[in-house]
């Protein structure tokens, strides 16, 4: 192989490398990136009022299990998203 064969190579392979896995989902109009960001803010929300409440309130052991596991359930519905989506 010529030098000029394996650079073209070489170019193409980080060409397919970056525009293959790590660009898919990225562009700032997917409906899907979107959904992932808003349900992240709602579990960075909900595990910060998970922790507010357990040191404000630590006798409301109903709302602190019950915020948490909330957070965790939309953690786990972004999760499907970006894995299986």
């Known amino acids: 192989m010529k030098s000029d064969e ?17 660009r898919k989902g990225k562009s700032s109009g997917d409906g899907k990136t979107k ?7 709602i579990f960075m929300l909900g595990a910060l009022a998970t922790v507010v409440i357990y ?9 602190f299990f019950s915020v948490g596991f909330g957070s965790v359930l939309v953690k786990v519905a972004e999760f499907f998203i970006r894995f299986l989506g």
Do not use: W
């Not at 040191?55 to 709302?63: G, R, S, Y």
């Open 55 to 63: 040191f404000a309130c630590p006798e409301q052991k109903m709302l």
């Open 35 to 41: 959904a992932r960001q808003i349900l992240n803010i």
């Open 6 to 22: 394996v650079d073209k190579l070489i170019e193409e392979a980080l060409a397919e490398s970056q525009g293959g896995r790590h």
